[in-house]
């Protein structure tokens, strides 16, 4: 059964910081691994896909990487600002019916 | 192009009522999953859906529960005899194709208090 687990569970960062979520999942049969953002009280905004057969996706500020291998994925935010606070969720999809399995996110406050 | 759409976004019901929410899919998604989030924790599968018929339901609970997607019109989770445990967000997402290598997108959930 697939798990997936986010570490940490909240990190607070001045602004202009690099930083790394981490992001570990149990069984390395995946499809794709799929990072969101979440503000309170809203929905998830997709941010980035990367499917099993690729490394790492950019988008803007933003590197996803995946190592299948060793089970882990990172999402690296460079120069982060006070707009990215919000909780960053990774998901695999390893089923056949293309569910995602979600970690419980981890908080990010970026502090002006 | 218009995202997932969902409603009502905020639902309010007593113990014993029934919960319809309703999730319209992106356009020329055919694929469509509920999703529930209990507070404080991570968002669970709880059903994957096609045109008029349910595909894997395994994450639904086995009372009260059940989803439809017919061939006109949005689909729909109901909640039958709502009790306090059922106070959660559920989101819908969308997915073009069978979604094994597809991306999924949300839309920005229903929030259900049950009193």
């Known amino acids: 059964k697939q798990e997936v687990t986010q570490i940490p569970a909240a990190l607070s960062v001045p602004e202009g910081e690099n930083l790394v979520l981490n992001c570990s999942f149990t069984d390395s049969a995946i499809y794709n691994l799929q990072w969101f953002r979440q503000d309170p009280g809203k929905g998830l905004t997709s941010l980035l896909l990367?499917?099993?057969?690729?490394r790492e996706q950019t988008s803007g500020r933003l590197n996803a990487s995946l190592d299948k291998s060793s089970g882990r994925s990172t999402l690296y935010i460079a120069a982060s600002q006070p707009g990215d606070s919000a909780t960053y969720l990774c998901?695999?999809?390893?089923?056949?019916?293309?569910?995602?399995?979600f970690g419980k996110g981890t908080k990010l406050s970026v502090k002006p | 192009n218009a995202g997932v759409m969902q409603n009502p976004r905020h639902l309010v019901r007593r113990r014993g009522q029934e919960a319809r929410l309703r999730c319209s899919p992106m356009?020329?998604?055919?694929?469509v999953y509920w999703y529930r989030q209990l507070p404080e924790e991570g968002l669970k599968f709880m059903v994957y859906l096609q045109k008029e018929n349910i595909i894997d339901e395994s994450g639904m609970p086995k009372e009260r529960f059940s989803a439809e997607f017919p061939k006109e019109g949005p689909s729909i989770l109901r909640i039958q005899q709502v009790v306090r445990g059922d106070s959660a967000a559920y989101f819908c997402a969308s997915s073009p194709n069978r979604g094994q290598t597809g991306e999924l997108f949300f839309g920005e959930g229903s929030r259900l208090t049950v009193l």
């Open positions: 990367i499917q099993s057969s690729q």
């Open positions: 998901a695999a999809n390893g089923g056949s019916q293309g569910n995602l399995i």
């Open positions: 356009k020329g998604h055919s694929h």
